[in-house]
């Protein structure tokens, strides 16, 4: 596999990783703007958990018709969109609306890569790949506590999305470098292979 692949596949996990600590960073001075309870956050992450889990159950069938590469440009465009759409919402409900794009983006990513890097690279890679995304997790909370502090949270959500929009474009210039669509099944070597391992010693 390109070994160039690898920064732009650690930059789609930093995306992911992004906006995850956000909305619970602004929430507070959120919730009073948009006339909210601080309780009503909840609905908005599970709505956002619901979509992350059933993009996960639909990545294989994605992934085999568009390729890895093409899925992990669309959900990072899905998961900007969705940022640049909450730095515009002015009521409770339309936070709800956007948490499903939001969902269905993080989800898709994180299946796909991690199930490409588990086939094409080494198991060390799938280490630092979740590393990366601890990288985005703690930033994102970071970028949204500077805007916080110097304007409002529409303008740290606006940021946010234009990080992502950058990594989508950087995704796009990649994509001559992502192999084919579909992924090798394990046949009979594979099994005995992880098998042998689980019965060492």
Known sequence: MPVGLLPIIYLAFISLGLPDSAIGSAWPVM????????SWVGAVTMIISLGTIFSSFMSVRVVERLG?????????????????????????WQLCVLAVPYGLGAGAVDAALNSYVAVHYESQHMSWLHCMWGVGASTGPIVMAQCLSGATWSTGFLVL????????????????????????????????????TLTAE
Not at 167 to 192: F, H, K
């Open 68 to 92: 890895t590469g093409r899925v992990t440009v669309l959900s990072v465009v899905l998961t900007a969109a969705a940022l640049v759409g909450f730095s515009l919402a002015k009521e409770f």
């Open 31 to 38: 919730a009073g703007d948009l006339h909210a309870g601080i």
């Open 161 to 196: 999305g234009g990080i992502q929009v950058l990594i989508a474009v950087a995704l796009t210039l990649s994509l001559p470098l992502w192999r084919d669509r579909s992924l090798p099944q394990p046949g009979p070597e594979v099994t005995y292979n992880f098998l042998r």
